[in-house]
């Protein structure tokens, strides 16, 4: 899961193996959740989101899962490619709020 | 254009010396948010744009930090009287509603 501090949490996979990425958020109004991948040197880079309507919603090779009874957010990535090593951040809003609150994210390593 | 550009990518600027970064957001978003990323740590929310009404600086840390959107579309973040702990990336993002889209940020170092 991700904290808050100056070391990451890392995550060390196989290539071609699954990863599970979790997050548990603090704010429990919080209705909108998104999930994004930042590269070295680069910004943050949308990979999927979620409403707090939902428990699940897929996309390419990634899915999302919100758990909203212990505030627990996952990403799984199929089949992780060595493209996938990033560091990889969760991020909620709270209804009404206008602003994303980040976590300082988790970084995954994949190994050819 | 495509995407959210800033300008400029990188900028190093002596202690007491006022900077501006600027932020190109995409095209027909009327949120525009500014963020800033220390080594190693998450994304701190600083300003908050949309449309025509009051920005959002409650994430701004202090008064020599400020931030204008001019006609719903381009921003620019001033910081004056630069510090030693102001440097980090400054990243901007834009959104329509939903799925902010970043940019690739300005790395900001003060010497």
């Known amino acids: 899961g991700e904290s808050v501090g100056l070391h990451l949490p890392t995550l060390s996979v196989q290539e071609g193996d699954n990863s599970i990425i979790n997050c548990a958020y603090s704010?429990?109004?919080?209705?909108?959740f998104i999930w994004y991948k930042q590269e070295s040197g680069k910004g943050p880079q949308f990979i999927i989101d979620?409403?707090?309507?939902?428990d699940k919603r897929q996309g390419q090779r990634v899915t999302v899962l919100l758990n909203k009874t212990v505030k627990h957010l996952s990403l799984q990535i199929a089949a992780t490619q060595p493209g996938d090593s990033a560091v990889y951040f969760c991020?909620?809003?709270?209804?009404?709020?206008?602003?994303?609150?980040f976590g300082t994210g988790t970084r995954l390593t994949v190994i050819p | 254009g495509a995407g959210v550009s800033q300008s400029p990518s990188n900028k190093v600027t002596e202690k007491g010396k006022d900077v501006e970064l600027r932020c190109d957001p995409i095209?027909?978003?009327?949120?525009l948010y500014w963020y800033r990323q220390s080594l190693g740590q998450g994304l701190e929310f600083l300003i908050y744009?949309?449309?025509?009404?009051?920005?959002?600086k409650s994430g701004l840390p202090s008064d020599r930090f400020s931030a204008e959107r001019t006609g719903g579309s381009v921003s620019t973040l001033t910081i004056q009287r630069t510090q030693q702990e102001d440097s980090a990336v400054y990243l901007c993002?834009?959104?329509?509603?939903?799925?902010?889209?970043f940019g690739s940020g300005t790395r900001l170092t003060v010497v």
């Open positions: 704010n429990s109004a919080s209705d909108y």
């Open positions: 095209s027909g978003h009327t949120a």
């Open positions: 991020a909620e809003r709270g209804a009404g709020a206008n602003n994303l609150f």
């Open positions: 979620i409403r707090s309507n939902m």
């Open positions: 744009f949309q449309g025509n009404s009051a920005p959002d």
């Open positions: 993002a834009s959104s329509p509603s939903y799925g902010y889209t």
